[in-house]
């Protein structure tokens, strides 16, 4: 399973758009994604900035598969009016590199 995170960057001025547009995606891209083996994407803005978690079975595979989605194309033009850069689903896109992370504790064993 991958955890990839992601960033995008929404066009000055339309940032109550893009809330609009994810507060109810359409029913054929909400399937497309999960066909790709998307087991969940979030999505949390900061402002401008659009920060996304996707956990995927294969992050490039989810990709290619993507790219060629009539669903995810319709969305991806549509969205991209929004944005200040666009992504086509092209190239080899690996998300943001991880730097740190806090691992899980373990759970407590035995009994006191």
Known sequence: ???????????????ADYDREHARIPDELDAAPRAAGVHAWRIWRDG?????????EDYGAMRR?????PA????????NQFLEVVDD???EDTGIR???????????SGAS
Do not use: C, K
């Not at 991880?98 to 407590?108: D, I, K, R, T, Y």
């Open 1 to 15: 399973m991958d955890r990839i995170a992601l960033h995008t960057r929404i066009a000055e001025g339309h940032e």
């Open 48 to 56: 401008r900035d659009i920060f996304h978690l996707v956990e995927v």
């Open 65 to 69: 598969r993507l790219a060629g989605d």
């Open 72 to 79: 995810n194309q319709r969305w991806q033009d549509h969205i």
């Open 89 to 91: 689903y092209g190239g």
């Open 98 to 108: 991880p730097v740190w992370s806090l691992p899980a504790q373990p759970a407590e």
